[in-house]
C-alpha cells in the first residue's frame, strides 16, 4: 500500500510538471500569435503583420542582423527586376558595414530598424527600448541620411508595452505574414515554394540578407510574383494611409469599414 501511494504520489508530481510546461508553452504562444479571440484581442497592441489592399500590391523585406556576404548580391537580384524592398538592419551591423547601408539606400531600397543590438525586447522596460531605438535610428540615419520610421522586433517577439514604446517615438512595430524560413538552410526550392504558395495581395514576406539559399530563389520568385499580376513595393508604401487599425490577426485596415 505503502508503495502504492509512492507511485501515486510521483504521478501526480509529473502530471503537475506536465501541465506547468504546457501552461508555459501556450503562454508564451499567446504573447508572440496574433490571432487572439475574445475581448483580449480589442484590447492587445499588435505590429503589423499584412495589410488590406484592394490591388495586387506586396512587400517584400530582408532582416539584416548578422552576415554581410550576399548584401551586393541581393541589390542587384532586385534592380534586375526593378524591385524596391525594405531591409530591417540592426543598428550594430549598420555600424559594421556602412557602405552597404549606403548602396542599400543608393539603390532605393527603405533602411528601417531592427533594433539596435538584436536583444530579447520583451525582457527590457520601455525606457532601455525607447533608447535602443533611438541609437538605432542615428546609426542608420548616419549612413542614409534618413531617420527610420519603421521597427521590426527582434526575434519576432513583441508584448504590448513593446508595441506601445514604438509608437511612442512614433514608429510603426512591421512584423509578416509570409515567412521564407530561408534562414532554416532550406533549399531554394522550399523558398520558392513556401513563398509563392503564401503570397496575396497586401502580404509581407520575411527574407534574410545572409541566408544561404536565398540569392538563388529570389529570381525565381520574383519573376513569378510579378507574372502573376503582383507590384512589390516597399513596406512604407505598402501602409494604408490617414487614419487606420490593426485587427486581431495583425492585419492593417481603414480606421472606418473594412
Not at 519603421?150 to 514604446?165: A, N, S
Not at 512584423?175 to 504558395?197: F, N, P, T
Not at 538563388?216 to 487606420?244: D, K, M
Request: aromatic share 6%; proline share 4%.
Amino acid at each position: 500500500m505503502g508503495t502504492f501511494r509512492l507511485l501515486l504520489r510521483k504521478h501526480s508530481a509529473l502530471l503537475s510538471l506536465l501541465g506547468t510546461a504546457l501552461a508555459a508553452v501556450l503562454i508564451l504562444w499567446t504573447v508572440n500569435s496574433p490571432v487572439i479571440v475574445g475581448a483580449s484581442a480589442a484590447e492587445r497592441q499588435l505590429p503589423v503583420y499584412c495589410v488590406q489592399r484592394d490591388d495586387n500590391r506586396i512587400a517584400i523585406s530582408f532582416d539584416a542582423a548578422w552576415g554581410n556576404e550576399d548584401t551586393q548580391k541581393l541589390i542587384d537580384i532586385l534592380n534586375a527586376y526593378g524591385v524596391r524592398s525594405t531591409f530591417f538592419v540592426v543598428g550594430d551591423w549598420a555600424e559594421k558595414y556602412p557602405a552597404s547601408v549606403r548602396a542599400l539606400h543608393e539603390a532605393g531600397h527603405e533602411v528601417m530598424s531592427h533594433s539596435s543590438h538584436h536583444n530579447h525586447f520583451s525582457m527590457m522596460s520601455a525606457d532601455e527600448i525607447a533608447a535602443d531605438l533611438r541609437e538605432a535610428n542615428r546609426l542608420i540615419a548616419a549612413c542614409t541620411g534618413v531617420e527610420p520610421t519603421l521597427f521590426r522586433c527582434p526575434y519576432g517577439e513583441y508584448d504590448d508595452h513593446v508595441i506601445q514604446t514604438v509608437k511612442s517615438l512614433g514608429m510603426t512595430a512591421v512584423q509578416w505574414s509570409v515567412d521564407s524560413l530561408d534562414w532554416k538552410g532550406i533549399s531554394a526550392d522550399e523558398i520558392c515554394e513556401r513563398v509563392l504558395r503564401r503570397v496575396e495581395p497586401g502580404s509581407i514576406v520575411l527574407f534574410h540578407n545572409a541566408a544561404e539559399h536565398t540569392p538563388e530563389a529570389l529570381p525565381r520568385i520574383l519573376s513569378e510574383l510579378q507574372s502573376g499580376g503582383y507590384e512589390i513595393v516597399p513596406v512604407s508604401v505598402l501602409l494604408l494611409e490617414g487614419e487606420t487599425r490593426i485587427d486581431h490577426t495583425g492585419k492593417q485596415l481603414p480606421a472606418t469599414g473594412g
